[in-house]
Nanobody, 119 residues
Framework: QVPLVESGGGLVQAGGSLRLSCAAS????????MGWFRQAPGKEREFVASVSWSGGVIDYTDDAKGRFTISRDNAKNTVYLQMNSLRPEDTAVYFC????????????WGQGTQVTVSS
């Protein structure tokens, strides 16, 4: 089990920015690929961005590309999601997740942090 704790969510006006953090209390953090997902009310959870264990491979949805930046600091066991130019439709609970090498799915999930973007 890899405990993951998200923080940094909150209320922001449209056009504003937030930086989410996800801290892992596990010394093997650097061995996991990390992802950010979100779930809006009444909708299914969806992928937002991911970063490989080394940080060398990064992926975004088309919606996130150009507005969001995922990064990781393996020395701090933390992954970040910098979100700029936020829109009301970005309102959701944001989750981070960890995927072991060779795993076809994300194995561990945080509890989520609420992001609310007002118009």
């Amino acid at each position: 089990q890899v405990p993951l704790v998200e923080s940094g969510g909150g209320l922001v006006q449209a056009g504003g920015s937030l930086r989410l953090s996800c801290a892992a209390s596990d010394r093997t953090f650097s061995l996991y690929a990390m992802g950010w997902f979100r779930q809006a009310p009444g909708k299914e959870r969806e992928f937002v961005a991911s970063v490989s264990w080394s940080g060398g491979v990064i992926d975004y949805t088309d919606d996130a590309k150009g507005r969001f930046t995922i990064s990781r600091d393996n020395a701090k066991n933390t992954v970040y999601l910098q979100m700029n130019s936020l829109r009301p439709e970005d309102t959701a609970v944001y989750f981070c997740a960890a995927k072991r090498r060779g795993s076809g799915k994300y194995d561990y999930w945080g509890q989520g942090t609420q992001v609310t973007v007002s118009s």
